[in-house]
């Protein structure tokens, strides 16, 4: 079993729908949370970083923990196509870059 | 400001045979993170660099290896190549030893046939 888990997609939505990515993991030593997007040929940019449990909020971005179930989830408002990339979710036990442990990502398509 | 900076952005090479990737870190950023980016795997830890000094090594045979330099750019090399090497490599920094946010650059994408 892989220390995080997170479903590839591709998921396709409408322009202006609510999007809800998901990543479930299994060490419960994780203490940073973050999601990154991903568009294709470019590398990984930060989008939200949590730490430990509890709700951010960032524009039309809202990063959840839920430590207590090994949950974490990035909601997307109104979503436009130029949000269709793939979001991968990262986390760590310590504060450091090195110890990030990524999700595989879930491909997202924002349509007209 | 200039972002993570990779060379090359593409690269074919032959099984058994070297190779030297390069980055250079966004200006001030000290620390130098790689990764591998296989299909299907997800990212996966390679190495960090800070300081000029090897911080911590990830799940990887001896065959990958890499360097930085005082000007904190960093190289990575991969020696006897492998098909399942086929991946995309990419370089992040950040600005202190051990931040959390790392900044990556587009990646190297290398194909071994």
């Known amino acids: 079993q892989k220390e995080v888990e997170q479903d590839p997609g591709p998921l396709s939505v409408p322009e202006g729908a609510i999007v809800s990515l998901n990543c479930t993991y299994s060490n419960s030593a994780f203490q940073y949370f973050m999601w990154y997007r991903q568009y294709s040929r470019k590398g990984p940019e930060l989008l939200m970083y949590?730490?430990?449990?509890g709700n951010k909020e960032d524009g039309r971005f809202t990063a959840q923990v839920d430590k207590s179930s090994k949950y974490i989830s990035l909601f997307i408002r109104d979503s436009q196509p130029s949000d269709s990339a793939t979001y991968l979710c990262?986390?760590?036990?310590?504060?450091?870059?090195?110890?990030?442990?990524f999700g595989t990502g879930t491909r997202l398509q924002v349509t007209l | 400001e200039a972002g993570v900076t990779q060379s090359p952005t593409h690269l074919i090479k032959t099984r058994g045979q070297q190779v030297t990737l390069r980055c250079s870190p966004i200006?001030?950023?000290?620390?130098v993170y790689w990764y591998q980016q296989a299909l299907g795997l997800g990212l996966q830890f390679l190495l960090w660099y800070d300081e000029g000094e090897e911080r911590n090594r990830g799940n990887f045979p001896p065959r990958f290896s890499g360097r930085q330099f005082p000007n904190y750019s960093s190289e990575l090399n991969v020696n006897a190549l492998e098909l399942e090497d086929s991946a995309l490599y990419l370089c992040?920094?950040?600005?202190?030893?051990?931040?959390?946010?790392?900044?990556f650059g587009q990646g190297t994408r290398l194909t071994v046939v």
């Open positions: 949590t730490y430990s449990s």
């Open positions: 200006s001030g950023h000290t620390s």
């Open positions: 992040a920094s950040s600005p202190l030893g051990g931040a959390t946010e790392a900044f």
């Open positions: 990262a986390m760590s036990y310590t504060g450091t870059a090195s110890k990030l442990t």
